[in-house]
């Protein structure tokens, strides 16, 4: 099992920058594909950014690519979230997720379903 603790979330101004992180601590942190989803009020959970376990591979929403950046450091067992140019809509939790990808290194998901695990969100407000 792999425990997610997300830190970094807080209140910025439309243009400013975040930059979330995410530690994990149980099984081998390298031995996952990690991903960040966000939740607005009233809407459901989306897709932000995934990584592979290898760090060669990394997919973004197109409401977020060119503004946002995933990485990861398997020595530190984190993944991190770079947050640039943000906007009002991008005001959300955002979650950090693992997905066990042992025999996939490239791989990267994006649907939900793909990760078993799950932190406990941290908290992103864009003011205008």
């Known amino acids: 099992q792999v425990q997610l603790v997300e830190s970094g979330g807080g209140l910025v101004q439309a243009g400013g920058s975040l930059r979330l992180s995410c530690a994990a601590s149980?099984?081998?942190?390298?031995?996952?594909?990690m991903g960040w989803f966000r939740q607005a009020p009233g809407k459901e959970r989306e897709f932000v950014a995934a990584i592979s376990r290898n760090t060669v591979n990394t997919y973004y929403a197109d409401s977020v690519k060119g503004r946002f950046t995933i990485s990861r450091d398997n020595a530190k067992n984190t993944v991190y979230l770079q947050m640039n140019s943000l906007k009002p809509e991008d005001t959300a939790v955002y979650y950090c997720a693992a997905a066990q990808s042992w025999y996939t290194a490239n791989a990267y998901y994006s649907r939900s379903n793909d990760y078993a695990y799950w932190g406990q969100g941290t908290q992103v407000t864009v003011s205008s």
């Open positions: 149980g099984r081998t942190f390298s031995g996952y594909a």
